[in-house]
């Protein structure tokens, strides 16, 4: 019997959802979202990475639900939402568009947080009529907006074109990862995580990331191989909040420190020492405590959703096609 993306007991096996919903993409896709907490509490948004999943934000749920309505979302291919036909980072400001306004009312504004690729889905989406109408504050949290295989540093040798064409084509790998096993964990660690990682912490992770499907992350892999949205930048206004973590080898503390730099209105760079990419799971508190200043900025006026939601079940079964 095939094993959960996601470990089923402790702090990071991921809360049941007080109901889910179908969020519907300007392409059709179908996306699957989750809220959960109290429907007239402050909505905070959370974007997941690549080859992750709304699993990944099980720590921030279940402390932010307490008081706060926390609405995740898988992405296209990732968790339970099906694989679509277009990977893009079009797609991705599209996908967060939606699910800003199939949860978040007219007139109200909620704190949209971003891990990875799900920071990068921010970015995309900045300046977009949605995207201004339902945001109050934005985190970008372990990433970056251009060069990210360039100067990732997987491969511990010196940068030019042979570290970026290998580094590229390992990120890129069409080979299956398989069930996780104790070496596929150690590599796992090793690409994206400190030294600092907990061995539940690592089991969590390597849940998630395993149960990405193959054909998904090749596809996405090729869009952050060329990303390039430094010129989106500018049109971040909203209070905008950036993580990293020390150890990152994906998105290195450059990345982070570069945003910090060009946004228009930085609420502040939060290094975590020790930390690697995986920082929502490996520095949860930190995580959770910069979300929850963010959320201080909320009007206090909050209104709950009242639009039909669409609510028909996903069809999950798993599709390995390729755009």
């Known amino acids: 019997m095939r094993r959960p993306a996601y470990v089923t007991s402790g702090r990071y096996a991921p809360p049941a959802a007080r109901r889910d919903l179908v969020a519907v993409s300007a392409d059709g896709a179908r996306l699957h979202v989750e809220v959960h907490g109290d429907e007239d509490a402050p909505p905070v948004v959370l974007s997941h990475g690549w080859t992750c999943s709304t699993a990944f934000w099980a720590a921030q749920v279940r402390d932010l639900a307490e008081d706060h309505r926390v609405i995740a979302y898988d992405q296209r291919g990732h968790g339970r939402t099906p694989a679509g036909r277009w990977y893009t980072t079009g797609a991705l400001a599209d996908d967060l568009v939606a699910v800003l306004e199939a949860t978040v009312a007219p007139g109200e504004r909620a704190v949209v947080a971003g891990h990875s690729m799900g920071g990068m889905t921010i970015m995309a989406a900045a300046g977009r009529a949605g995207f201004t109408e339902h945001v109050a504050a934005a985190l970008l949290c372990s990433t970056g907006s251009a060069r990210l295989v360039a100067e990732a540093l997987v491969l511990p040798v010196r940068a030019g074109r042979a570290r970026t064409r290998i580094t590229g084509a390992i990120l890129g790998s069409r080979a299956p990862l398989g069930p996780v096993t104790p070496l596929g964990k150690r590599v796992l660690r090793y690409a994206t995580m400190g030294p600092r990682a907990t061995a539940d912490q690592i089991e969590a992770c390597a849940r998630i990331v395993h149960g990405c499907p193959t054909a998904v992350r090749h596809a996405w892999s090729q869009v952050l191989a060329g990303l390039d949205l430094e010129a989106n930048l500018a049109a971040l206004t909203v209070p905008t909040a950036v993580i990293g973590g020390t150890a990152d080898r994906l998105t290195p503390m450059s990345h982070a420190r570069a945003l910090a730099a060009a946004l228009p209105d930085c609420a502040g760079l939060t290094e975590l020492p020790g930390a690697g990419h995986m920082t929502p799971i490996e520095a949860p508190e930190a995580v959770t405590r910069v979300i929850r200043e963010l959320t201080a900025r909320l009007p206090a ?16 079964t798993p599709k390995e096609k390729t755009p």
């Open 301 to 316: 006026a909050r209104r709950p959703v009242t639009a039909p939601l669409d609510t028909t079940p996903l069809d999950t």
